[in-house]
Structures are given as structure tokens and as C-alpha cells.
Nanobody
Framework: VQLQASGGGLVQPGGSLRLSCVAS????????MGWYRQAPGKQRELVAS???????EYTDSVKGRFTVSRDIPKNTVYLQMNSAEPEDTADYYC????????????????WGQGTLVTVSS
């Protein structure tokens, strides 16, 4: 199983960016998918998550600005970032709880590589 994140880059304060993350491989079922971020010198933190039924959670600092969504048939999760702030600058990582073929019960957590988001004028 692989998770491939994309969409990072440079955005001006107040601007928008959309991150994407596609899961591929021997996937039987995906439960929750989410986005984390890690800024220099800081711990990795949860930004947003979405379950298979569409329930979403956000960290307080991004509520009202970021939107997490997913395309279940495409095994893809998105993060729409609006009203970007310099404090949003970080490496963004996607993850997913996946049941692979051959795994009878339960889910394993897989991570994608980071995609760098820089908010600066």
C-alpha cells in the first residue's frame, strides 16, 4: 500500500491551495483518512480527518478555513486550504486506516510522504 500526496507549494497569505492524497495497492477497505502537519521545530499535529461515513474533525486553528473531503471510489482524500496564514507553513502528511487483502480484521495505519506548504508573501 502506498499513499501519494501532492499539491503543496508556495501560497500568499490569504490565498488557497488544495492538497490531494491517493492510496493505492492491495486495499480492501479504507476507514478514516486524514492530514497531519509538522512545522520546523514542532511536533506533528492532526489538521483534519474524515471517516468513511463522512464525519469530519478539525484542529481549532483551521476551522472555518480548511475543508477535508474524500472520493471513496478513487481512494483519495483532499484538503482545501483557504485563507492561508503564515502559521500554516509546514510539511503536510496524509494518512489512512486501511484493511488490506489478507488482513482478516482491523486496520493498519499508512502514511504518505510529506508535501511542503509555504505561506509567505
Amino acid at each position: 500500500v502506498q499513499l501519494q500526496a501532492s499539491g503543496g507549494g508556495l501560497v500568499q497569505p490569504g490565498g488557497s491551495l488544495r492538497l490531494s492524497c491517493v492510496a493505492s495497492g492491495s486495499i480492501f477497505r479504507i476507514n478514516a483518512m486524514g492530514w497531519y502537519r509538522q512545522a520546523p521545530g514542532k511536533q506533528r499535529e492532526l489538521v483534519a480527518s474524515i471517516t468513511s461515513s463522512g464525519y469530519t474533525e478539525y484542529t481549532d486553528s483551521v476551522k472555518g478555513r480548511f475543508t477535508v473531503s474524500r472520493d471513496i471510489p478513487k481512494n483519495t482524500v483532499y484538503l482545501q486550504m483557504n485563507s492561508a496564514e503564515p502559521e500554516d507553513t509546514a510539511d503536510y502528511y496524509c494518512n489512512a486506516d486501511i484493511r488490506t487483502y489478507g488482513l482478516a480484521v482491523g486496520f493498519q495505519t499508512f502514511w504518505g510522504q510529506g508535501t511542503l506548504v509555504t505561506v509567505s508573501s
